[in-house]
């Protein structure tokens, strides 16, 4: 067992801190505030390899591990966490999968150009009526000589509006339910294809959560990913490496509102003494960062498990379901140490609390996580 | 063009505290950094090498822990790295440093070489242009923009109220300072090729043996010494002036620098 992260990790993450620091801290405000999508900020990750940190050179990616991946999430979900929830949206959940279960002509046309950000990626999954009941997919799709006609809607789709490259979970045999669905590379300009009603968020809201339309939507035979009846299992295995990078975000999120709060508390002075020298923050502050400390091994030790090739869905689902709980945890309860300026725009403190919500709700609920575990441990 | 860059490993002296007990620096848990002005020259050969095609050699000389910075530099896009390290080279001071940096370049083949202008935390600004007079080529010293034209390099030299725009014959030697270049970030696949595919070449005094004078390496070539380093004690308070209007302080400050000969 080595706790060591090696000397090019070492490197990679000097890097995405100052990346964050320069590049995504100053505008993390701006987007929350304005609720605008930072198109400039993704040129530049694109610029430095994000787009693609753990896909082969081969495929346009950076060659590095899902360790570095958590890294780079983990930097930057300190300072904002709308921009990770973009990349890791289009990392995870778009070109991994087209990675992992596409044909060679696919990750050509797909996998190459999302990872060297000249595509933006995201999936659809969730419906008016299949959120956590996944299976209950409403979407069709019929095979018609060459091509596939898909009819139905998706709602809250991370990137829609902004994303050019889609994967959709749609029904090609519902009589067989979950092993009657289908997965599908649609791309945005194919017709019958449109972005709907644009939800009004309470966090990340730099990044979007659009309904998605298809009427009669075309979508060329070989966008099939997989084989027809893959569509869940590809699913449920994307969302597996998906919840990997949520629990980055929220381990980054966490440890980001902990360095806010430090750093204030040490100038805020009430009863005439720093408010750090107080021992209910000290604990407070030791408490959280002990929390931290043990969220970090459960992201570190998934990453390295997914990078050895084991199993890992079970780690993924505990790691998610630690961190994004620790997450909302950590910024309320720094929040509180701000006091009244923590409940103010002036700090940053309260939009963080504001986003960590989000992580225990995407990409498979609290809930959802216990029910994998619970399932994993063969309990019922 | 074949452009080589010398760099040097330096304490991050912005993260640099004084032991208020000893008055020295506390060195413990200080991140070591690519000296700003080097780095920027970094980014300048990188910049050279895009427009005019060619390659980029980083050479540091240093303990082995400066490896990083050479792998850093292959990150931004380098293609080769050369760190110079032997125990027969410490305690050098600029002579010796520039004298077995020649002796390394010596092996090399240039159009031109960077140096940053002068590391933070010696800043002597000497071993750059010793190592131009060392290799007999011409230097061209605090540049603050580069071109090339044909053979020629064209430099823009930095002076306090000017600059001269400068052409030089390559080979060449110039000194880069920061503002030739803010120095682009790694790339994340540069990070992993710096490790995984790249090798930062180790030459030590047996490599050198044949372009170096043995007497000039190490603290027993240094002629510098130093014989004292001290904390500068802070001066008395100065003049405070108050219950002033903006112009009446504006011209007090104004007569005290002419009377320093300031301004």
Known sequence: MDFNLKKEHLLAQEMFRKFAENEVKPLAAELDEEERFPVETIEKLAKYGFMGIPIPKQYGGTGADTLTYVLSVEEIAKVCLTTTTIYTAHTSLCAHPIYQFGTEEQKQKYVVPLCKGERLGAFGLTEPGAGTDAAMQQTKAVLEGDHYVLNGSKIFITNSGYADTYIIIAMTDKSKGTKGCSAFIVESSYPGFSVGKKEKKMGIRGSTACELIFENCIVPKENLLGKEGDGFKIAMQTLDVGRIGIAAQALGLAEGALNECIKYVKERKQFGKRISQFQNTQFEIADMRTKIEAAQLLVYKVACLKDEKKQFSPNAAMAKLYCSQLASEVTTRCLQLFGGYGFTREYPIERMMRDARITEIYEGTSEVQKMVISGWLKIN | ?263
């Open chain 2, 1 to 263: 063009m074949k452009i080589v860059v010398c760099v040097k490993q330096v304490p991050d002296t912005t993260e640099v505290k004084l032991d208020p007990k000893t008055n020295t620096l506390i060195r413990e848990g200080v991140p070591s950094i690519i000296n700003p002005d080097d780095k920027a020259g970094i980014e300048a050969a990188l910049q050279l090498k895009e427009k005019v095609g060619g390659s980029v050699t980083v050479v540091s000389m240093g303990p082995p822990q400066a490896d990083v910075a050479l792998r850093e530099a292959l990150a931004m896009g380098c293609d080769d790295a050369i760190l110079v390290t032997d125990r027969a080279f410490g305690g050098s001071d600029t002579w010796a440093t520039s004298s077995t940096l020649a002796a390394a370049l010596k092996k090399l083949d240039y159009d031109l070489i960077i140096t940053g202008r002068q590391a933070i935390d010696g800043d002597t600004a000497q071993v750059g242009p010793q190592i131009a007079e060392h290799l007999g080529i011409p230097q061209v010293s605090y540049a603050e923009g580069l071109d090339v034209e044909g053979n020629n390099i064209i430099v823009k030299r930095q002076f306090e109220d000017r600059y001269h725009v400068i052409e030089v014959a390559t080979p060449c030697l110039i000194t880069a300072l920061t503002e030739l270049g803010e120095p682009r970030y790694m790339s994340i696949g540069g990070i992993f090729d710096a490790y995984r595919e790249k090798e930062v070449k180790i030459w030590t005094l047996e490599e050198l043996k044949d372009t170096v004078d043995q007497a000039n390496l190490g603290l027993k070539g240094s002629p510098t010494k130093v014989k004292q380093s001290f904390t500068k004690q802070a001066k008395g308070k100065g003049t405070l002036l108050q219950d002033v209007s903006a112009d009446e302080a504006v011209d007090a400050i104004v007569a005290k620098l002419q009377e320093k000969y300031i301004i």
